[in-house]
């Protein structure tokens, strides 16, 4: 079955530091990865997908990376802002299905 | 294009009452998802849809949940008694088709449910 964990489950710093947020997953066999922000009241919305045959995506400053023989991923967030406060999740897709994790709260200080 | 329609946004009921909620999918998305978000956990698929067809039901608790796609456009997720261990934030996504990636998912704002 599996299981997807993202730690740490909650993290604060300054404004303008370069921060790396953290998913694992129990079983390699996956279709993709994608990374996911949440706002509070919000829906989700999607900020990277990863194939299982791909390393990495970017999106302006963020960078996520895929290491499927580790069972890892990381989302990599250059020159952080205030406006990058909010939840991130990670989900696998195994079988047509979303996996999810618990998501880290992000909360960048000004 | 507009997005996935959720309401209400928010709604409080007393245990043992029921409680319905809406989706709208993005016009053309054959799929439909309703998830289940406890605070500080991450999304619990409950059912998907296939156009007006159950692809996966295996969480949903039957017993008292149920949800219904009868045209393959809108749905409806109902509650019928709700618990405590229902208030939850309770999310409609749709896409394409089954098999789409991120770029095909498109969530709704959910609806935050507190049952008291």
């Known amino acids: 079955k599996q299981e997807v964990t993202q730690i740490p489950a909650a993290l604060s710093v300054p404004e303008g530091e370069n921060l790396v947020l953290n998913c694992s997953f129990t079983d390699s066999a996956i279709y993709n990865l994608q990374w996911f922000r949440q706002d509070p009241g919000k829906g989700l919305t999607s900020l990277l997908l990863?194939?299982?045959s791909q390393r990495e995506q970017t999106s302006g400053r963020l960078n996520a990376s895929l290491d499927k023989s580790s069972g890892r991923s990381t989302l990599y967030i250059a020159a952080s802002q205030p406006g990058d406060s909010a939840t991130y999740l990670c989900a696998v897709r195994s079988n047509y299905q979303l996996i999810w994790g618990a998501g880290t709260k992000l909360i960048i200080k000004p | 294009e507009a997005g996935v329609a959720q309401s209400p946004r928010y709604k409080i009921i007393e245990k043992r009452q029921s409680v319905a909620f809406w989706c709208n999918p993005i016009s053309g998305h054959a799929t439909l998802y309703w998830y289940q978000q406890i605070l500080g956990q991450g999304p619990k698929l409950l059912i998907q849809?296939?156009?007006?067809?159950?692809?996966?039901d295996s969480q949903l608790p039957k017993d008292r949940f149920s949800a219904e796609r009868l045209k393959g456009v809108d749905s409806t997720l109902k509650i019928q008694p709700a618990k405590l261990e229902d208030s939850a934030v309770y999310l409609c996504?749709?896409?394409?088709?089954?098999?789409?990636?991120?770029?095909?998912?498109?969530f709704g704002s959910g609806t935050r449910l507190t049952v008291v």
């Open positions: 849809f296939q156009n007006n067809g159950v692809v996966d």
């Open positions: 996504a749709s896409s394409l088709g089954p098999g789409q990636g991120a770029s095909g998912y498109t």
């Open positions: 990863i194939q299982s």
